[in-house]
T-cell receptor, first 114, second 113 residues
């Protein structure tokens, strides 16, 4: 069974559109994350939620809006997509927020904006 | 600020060769250190971790020792296999406030027969 699943796997869209990426984890974890991986494989955190509450909000344009309806789900909505948003977006989860809590990642959503 | 520096890739080795991927870090506190591996088309998987100085993390033949004096966490494996071909990420976490992982830029490893 997939522990952290995200949909869709691939997303191709035009500039200016609005799109959403969904993420679900069945590990019973209480903390979820969104990371962005650019074309050079560099990974940077975008958001973190703990029990549906926003904990980390890095310097991300407000066109990106995460939503956590419950602690097993963290969705990412992106408004007015731009070319620079093209990247692979990874959802992850962990149990707790201590630095001993390893992250479990989904397989990523490759977003291409044309 | 906190940062992680890894050796640039790609690293190309023959099967059964010895592997070292260097990683050094800068942190304002006492971080936990991690190595994650990303196979093609997949998400990252935790490979090993160490939470305090002189700890050695190990898994699947890979090892890394937390060296506080040199602020390093180099990844080693005595004999690599073709199946080890992947991108390897060194990362640190100071925990609290969301357990934010700071990643290095990743090192691609290619193992050939």
């Amino acid at each position: 069974d997939t522990a952290v699943s995200q949909t869709p796997k691939y997303l191709v869209t035009q500039m200016g559109n609005d799109k959403s990426i969904k993420c679900e984890q069945n590990l019973g974890h209480d903390t979820m994350y969104w990371y962005k991986q650019d074309s050079k494989k560099f990974l940077k955190i975008m958001f973190s939620y703990n029990n549906k509450e926003l904990i980390i909000n890095e310097t991300v344009p407000n066109r990106f809006s995460p939503k956590s309806p419950d602690k097993a789900h963290l969705n990412l909505h992106i408004n007015s997509l731009e070319l620079g948003d093209s990247a692979v977006y990874f959802c992850a989860s962990s149990q707790g927020q201590t630095n001993n809590s390893p992250l479990h990642f989904g397989n990523g959503t490759r977003l291409t904006v044309t | 600020g906190n940062s992680v520096t890894q050796m640039e890739g790609p690293v190309t080795l023959s099967e059964e060769a010895f592997l070292t991927i260097n990683c050094t870090y800068t942190a304002t506190g006492y971080p936990s250190l991690f190595w994650y591996v990303q196979y093609p088309g997949e998400g990252l998987q935790l490979l090993l971790k160490a939470t305090k100085a002189d700890d050695k993390g190990s898994n699947k033949g890979f090892e890394a020792t937390y060296r506080k004096e040199t602020t390093s966490f180099h990844l080693e494996k005595g004999s690599v296999q073709v199946s080890d071909s992947a991108v390897y990420f060194c990362a640190l976490s100071l925990g609290g406030g969301g357990n934010k992982l700071t990643f290095g830029t990743g090192t691609q490893l290619k193992v050939e027969l």
